[in-house]
């Protein structure tokens, strides 16, 4: 599997984990995932996409998923809102997009430290 499949497998899994805490958090059952993940993930998607986050990452670019999720966290939460027929709170916001980057720089840490070409 190529890098950047395994980092944006990697994301998708940790995104659902993540909505799926949220959900247990707050008392929400499962049916709730979809509108909740779906927006989210494509969002990230996109970000990633225009900010090149499947490019195989160093220690010294790990800071660039910040921006990245500048923009997805706002579009995601846009359109779950959009979705449940809402809006979108700005604390809701803010808080997804710094938990969803804590988890995807953790991810992307573990992720550097098993496949990171090591120089002698």
Request: a positive charge; aromatic letters at 12%.
């Amino acid at each position: 599997m190529k890098a950047n499949h395994i980092l944006l497998l990697g994301d998708l899994v940790l995104i659902t984990l993540f909505m799926l805490v949220g959900l247990q958090f707050h008392s929400s059952g499962a049916e709730r995932l979809l509108p909740n993940l779906v927006p989210f993930a494509a969002a990230w998607w996109l970000a990633g996409h225009l900010t090149d986050q499947w490019q195989v990452p160093s220690w010294r670019t790990l800071w660039k998923l910040l921006p990245a999720m500048v923009l997805a966290a706002p579009l995601g939460a846009v359109l779950r809102a959009a979705w449940l027929g809402g809006v979108a709170l700005p604390l809701f916001t803010a808080i997804t997009a710094a938990g969803l980057a804590a988890v995807l720089l953790v991810w992307r840490a573990i992720y550097l430290w098993l496949f990171a070409k090591r120089k002698p």
